[in-house]
């Protein structure tokens, strides 16, 4: 199995900065693609943002400019910083890794998930 160890959310003023962290311990074979989302109150879960083993990156629209993911291949942790943030970015941003545990096949494991909130 993998454990997801999630920190750095919070509150934070509007155009402050956040960064999270997740980091994936475990029987770990290989660590395949990275992502984060988010799931705001009465809406659905969405992909914010996503890194490929390779380094290839995409990002849902609104966090475009001002949200970077990366990863640290070496300690199994993707880091998402999140600039100019905005109250609608409020949400429980959730860290998802795909990857390949000792004598199993590919899946994808879930962080329990940390809270954003973007008030004055």
């Known amino acids: 199995q993998v454990q997801l160890v999630e920190s750095g959310g919070g509150l934070v003023q509007p155009g402050g900065s956040l960064r999270l962290s997740c980091a994936a311990s475990g029987n770990i074979f290989r660590i395949y693609a990275m992502g984060w989302y988010r799931q705001a109150p009465g809406k659905q879960r969405e992909l914010v943002a996503a890194i490929t083993s390779g380094g290839s990156t995409n990002y849902v629209d609104s966090v475009k400019g001002r949200f970077t993911i990366s990863r640290d291949n070496a300690k199994n942790t993707v880091y998402l910083q999140m600039n100019s943030l905005k109250p609608e970015d409020t949400a429980v941003y959730y860290c998802?890794?795909?990857?390949?545990?000792?004598?199993?096949?590919?899946?994808?494991?879930w962080g329990q998930g940390t809270q954003v909130t973007v008030s004055s």
């Open positions: 998802n890794v795909g990857a390949v545990v000792a004598g199993t096949a590919l899946n994808d494991y």
